[in-house]
């Protein structure tokens, strides 16, 4: 992993190393996205020195937490084995693919009981399927912490940095001057073909080499699609398979909700809600909910049934559909452009805002994503191109006069009456600019 590379999640976690009210910190995301470079280098950065123990790698270790609950033991065994004494505060504890090791897990709560002055953190691939078994794990003496692919705002700090301090600094409804602009629609076009993978974005910085980006791309789907066949637990792996495949087909639709029947012909949600649950927990998806009305407090009108799936990296859903990098760079219109773009301004939302987005469609209309900030209701347009606002969302405002109305494009930032246009690249911004 470069070292170039700067993570959001770094803020956190140094907010949660002096927090008084510090538990053993657990990060959960997909395989690949960062976790254990992230891990040793806040290690590495704000503590003395770290230990690192990998529960897939060494397997004496499992037998170190299966014979003891002490952690003050735990913490004698682990110097030994490490080779320095651990100290409280000072060194910090790192346990990766925790998952292995579920006597760990669980040990996690004795340490915040017991021994809460030593730092540790852990990680592991497929731990938000785990997770979300209550029983498999200390629930309320754990902090989570969700880790993503990179977002833009990582991605353009990490390839160029100039033009991320301009970035950085935009402030709201300031005008962005048009070579700006046109170099910032170019970051997120190459954003959009590489996405957010670490490896992908390294390579990007070292190479400058889109058909090893492609190569990469291709082995990380090779990876996840192997680890649902390694998947033993109570879900069909062959479904997840299936369902994980069904996305690009799914999107392509001139109506994006999953249907079951895409995935397999007489497909049932009885046949594949649990896999669907697999994935969304693992990190490799993102469920977007229909809400019958569009009302605070969003969740609670949230349509169980009726949803839309996104692939969490924008670059590796690209790949999977198979578009071509020039259909993104030259000014084109693409069949897969509007889901592309949705997908990507999904994954920049997420996080942002205490409530997750939804969407709204019924026989008449559609808004393509709704976000709750506060009490207020904001609707979203996402648009791949430089064209006006859908009548749907027109109607929207014109009917409900909404404080903020967005509409993501390739177009300038600017106010149109009562629309603002947010440009695509702004989309990771769209809290700080309200």
């Given at each position: 992993m470069v070292s170039r590379l700067k993570r959001n999640a770094i803020h956190e976690l140094v907010a949660w190393k002096s927090s008084e009210d510090r538990k053993p910190m657990v990060l959960k995301g997909a395989r690949q996205v960062g976790k254990t470079w992230l891990m040793k280098e806040f290690g590495q950065n704000y503590y003395d020195s770290y230990v690192y123990f990998n529960f897939d790698e060494e397997d004496e270790l499992k037998s170190i937490f299966e014979a003891n609950k002490n952690p003050q033991r735990i913490i004698e065994l682990l110097s030994l084995i490490a080779g320095e004494k651990i100290l409280p505060g000072k060194t910090l504890i790192i346990f990766d693919e925790i998952q292995e090791c579920p006597e760990a897990l669980n040990t996690l709560k004795y340490f915040k009981e017991k021994a809460n002055e030593y730092h540790v953190i852990a990680a592991g691939s497929l731990l938000g399927t785990l997770l979300a078994q209550p029983?498999?794990?200390?629930?309320?003496?754990?902090?989570?912490?969700?880790?993503?692919?990179?977002?833009?705002?990582?991605?353009?700090?990490?390839?160029?940095?100039?033009?991320?301090?301009?970035?950085?600094?935009?402030?709201?409804?300031?005008?962005?001057?048009?070579i700006f602009h046109n170099r910032l629609l170019e970051a997120y076009n190459y954003y959009l073909i590489i996405g957010g993978m670490p490896e992908c974005v390294s390579s990007w910085i070292a190479h400058k080499d889109p058909v090893k980006i492609s190569q990469i791309q291709k082995e990380l789907i090779e990876v996840y699609e192997n680890d649902f066949s390694k998947h033993n637990g109570k879900v069909n792996s062959g479904r997840i398979l299936m369902v994980f495949r069904s996305i690009v087909t799914q999107l392509a639709k001139s109506n994006e909700k999953f249907m079951y029947g895409a995935v397999r012909e007489g497909g049932r949600a009885r046949d594949f809600e649990e896999s669907i649950e697999w994935l969304v927990s693992a990190g490799m998806l993102n469920r977007v909910y229909n809400v019958s009305k569009m009302e605070h407090p969003l969740a609670a009108f949230d349509k169980l049934d009726q949803f839309k799936l996104f692939v969490f990296d924008t670059g590796l859903l690209k790949h999977m559909a198979g578009i071509d990098n020039s259909a993104i760079l030259l000014k084109t219109d693409y069949q897969f452009k509007?889901?592309?773009?949705?997908?990507?301004?999904?994954?920049?939302?997420?996080?942002?805002?205490?409530?997750?987005?939804?969407?709204?469609?019924?026989?008449?209309?559609?808004?393509?994503?709704?976000?709750?900030?506060?009490?207020?209701?904001?609707?979203?347009?996402?648009?791949?191109?430089?064209?006006?606002?859908?009548?749907?969302?027109?109607?929207?405002?014109?009917?409900?006069?909404?404080?903020?109305?967005?509409?993501?494009?390739?177009?300038?930032?600017?106010?149109?009456?009562?629309?603002?246009?947010?440009?695509?690249?702004?989309?990771?911004?769209?809290?700080?600019?309200?």
């Open positions: 029983k498999s794990y200390p629930v309320g003496m754990v902090n989570l912490l969700d880790i993503y692919p990179l977002t833009f705002d990582e991605f353009l700090e990490a390839t160029d940095e100039s033009l991320y301090a301009y970035y950085s600094n935009i402030q709201k409804e300031q005008p962005i001057l048009e509007g889901p592309l773009t949705e997908n990507y301004i999904l994954q920049q939302l997420r996080g942002q805002f205490e409530v997750e987005p939804r969407y709204y469609s019924d026989k008449n209309s559609e808004i393509d994503f709704l976000i709750q900030y506060g009490t207020e209701i904001i609707p979203v347009e996402a648009k791949g191109g430089e064209d006006k606002s859908a009548p749907s969302f027109k109607k929207y405002i014109a009917d409900r006069h909404p404080e903020h109305a967005l509409r993501c494009s390739k177009r300038g930032y600017r106010k149109d009456g009562t629309i603002t246009n947010l440009p695509l690249y702004l989309v990771r911004k769209t809290k700080d600019l309200l």
